[in-house]
């Protein structure tokens, strides 16, 4: 079986993000791009499916423009056995990237698409569940653990108030959530490997998607800033200002 | 234009998350139905026909429908969608998983997490873990939304008479099925609509010192419980007490952080609490920025003292 894992590369989970000075979007330029961490979770899963023998191969997916390339770099590094990308300088809203993943899955039959739950840049939290939609498959999102059967998967998801234990039909979009798994780190030989590994290049044209965006982004913003606070002294003055100040106790 | 808000609900309980939707939902302005989808909810319908401002509660029930699975719920969303100009519901866990199957079988965008509306197709969103909203205007006949509950105060349980509709349920697509559901027991309120949340972090150091600190605080105030990830992925908590960016967003009147230094991802999920409190030993650390109160001090004395003196 054939695991298909479609990894973002997305700004750095440790830099602070700031609106550009016209506000037309987020500045990105001059600051650490990285693979989307959830991603980093997918993969580690896809590889260790691979490592016990239960897929045959993992396929890293990224769509986006060139520079995604060295995100498909470390996902090689990683472990997965060969890279697509789908390029494109277009912005890609989720809906679009459902549709490009789509295509792939045709071209690939993969049995078990992995992917992050949520791309912590956009934070919307759509892609698997709509791919899994367009394909008219099972899926079981926010997975904290997974287990593959006969044509079956047991997935174990985070939900509001604990946890579900789902049996899902094969093939499947499964999405990740921060306790599936610890990924491991790229170590340096198998970062040089990974330059040999095949990296193919696709575009949306040569799939037949149409990648339009459908939202239009018409400003971004700071959020409503919080004002400053006060440290007090002890217990006696905090209990003081949250009866008396704030009156909430 | 008419709205369809999907209620939130166990089978037995409407939970609050609908009255916040709704308001949401009243922000755009029009006709307003609900659809309560589950089996042997009609418990929940007769309390959703109570709902302020709605006109028409559309129930569906089925064994299919059970446990809100994505594949079912999505198609029947799907079969009911060509009579709305927008489909509402929670970002829950429930409404996350469903909704963007709804989109894409109706083959427009999902705007997730909205935290106002500007106009019918125009809502603001936050991104990167909050640091900025975006401001979005959607060009799809359908709109496919869902709410950050916390931004939008809850209408009243009452006031209305909406007409009570029974829906086809449709048939099961059997793609999944539910074998398993741990809920953690608690009597404390839920932490989304909790007035008072006291949260712990790495700095609690390990299970033992979280409940034998935080649960006698807790108690109370009669708060309910969150953490942030660090204390989740050390095994102190289970997993549905998070806070942030991929965990709980939550707003309570106060917010009383122990032992988190305020990672932008934690603050992501406790940012709109009316008044933040944090109790932590280092004074430089970030969650300071945040608080209306901070005290500086080791927690193990801090938190005992401040729950004597409750
Ligand atoms: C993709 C992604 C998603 C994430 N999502 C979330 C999320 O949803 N929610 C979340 O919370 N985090 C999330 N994180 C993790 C986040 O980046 C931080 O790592 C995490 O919030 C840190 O938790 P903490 O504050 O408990 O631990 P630490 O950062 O280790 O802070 C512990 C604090 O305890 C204090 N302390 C220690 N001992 C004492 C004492 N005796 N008395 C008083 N104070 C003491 C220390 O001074 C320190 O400030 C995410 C990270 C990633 C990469
Ligand atoms: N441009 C992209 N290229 C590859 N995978 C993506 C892309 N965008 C989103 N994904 C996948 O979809 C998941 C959820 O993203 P989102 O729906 O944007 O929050 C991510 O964790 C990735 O696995």
Known sequence: MKVLVPVKRVLDYNIKARPKADASGVELAGLKMSMNPFDEIAMEAAIRFKEGGQASEVIAVSCGPQANQETLRTALALGADRAVLVETEVELQPLAVAKLLKALVAREQPGLVICGKQAIDDDANQTGQMLSALLGWSQATFASRIELGEGTALVTREIDGGLETLSIRLPAVVSTDLRLNEPRYATLPNIMKAKKKPLETLTPESLGVDIAPRLTLLKVAEPPARQGGIKVDDVAQLLDKLKNEAKVI | ?310
């Open chain 2, 1 to 310: 234009m008419t709205i369809l808000v999907v209620a939130e609900h166990d089978n037995q309980h409407l939970k609050a998350a609908t009255r916040h939707v709704l308001a949401a939902a009243e922000a755009i302005g029009g006709e307003i139905h609900v659809l309560v989808a589950g089996q042997h909810c009609a418990g929940v319908a007769e309390a959703a026909r109570a709902l302020p401002g709605v006109s028409c509660v559309r129930l569906a029930q089925s064994d299919a429908l059970e446990s809100a699975g994505a594949e079912n719920m999505a198609a029947l969303v799907v079969r009911l969608a060509p009579d709305y100009t927008h489909l509402l519901t929670a970002a829950s866990a429930s409404g996350k998983n469903w909704m963007p199957r709804v989109a894409a079988l109706l083959d427009v965008a999902q705007i997730s997490d909205i935290v106002r509306v500007d106009a019918p197709d125009t809502f603001t969103r936050p991104i990167y873990a909050g640091s900025v909203w975006a401001t979005v205007r959607s060009a799809d006949a359908i709109k496919a939304v869902t709410v950050r509950t916390t931004a939008f105060e809850a209408l009243p349980e009452t006031g209305g008479a909406a007409c009570l509709e029974t829906v086809e349920a449709g048939v099961d697509t059997g793609l999944s099925r539910r074998t398993g559901l741990a809920l953690n027991a608690s009597s404390r309120p839920e932490l989304e609509t909790a007035r008072v949340v006291v949260s712990g972090g790495r700095g609690l150091g390990s299970a033992e010192r979280f409940s034998a600190l935080l649960e006698p605080l807790a108690d109370k105030l009669n708060a309910a419980l969150g953490a942030s990830r660090a204390a989740v992925d050390s095994g102190y908590v289970p997993n549905d007490y998070q806070v942030g960016q991929t965990g709980k967003i939550v707003a309570p009147d106060l917010y009383i952080a122990v032992g988190i230094s305020g990672a932008i991802q934690h603050l992501a999920g406790m940012k709109a609490s009316r008044v933040i409190v944090a109790i932590n030993k280092d004074p430089d650390a970030p969650i300071f920025a945040v608080a209306d109160y901070g005290l500086v001090g080791d927690l193990n004395q801090v938190v005992p003292a401040l729950t004597a003196a409750l």
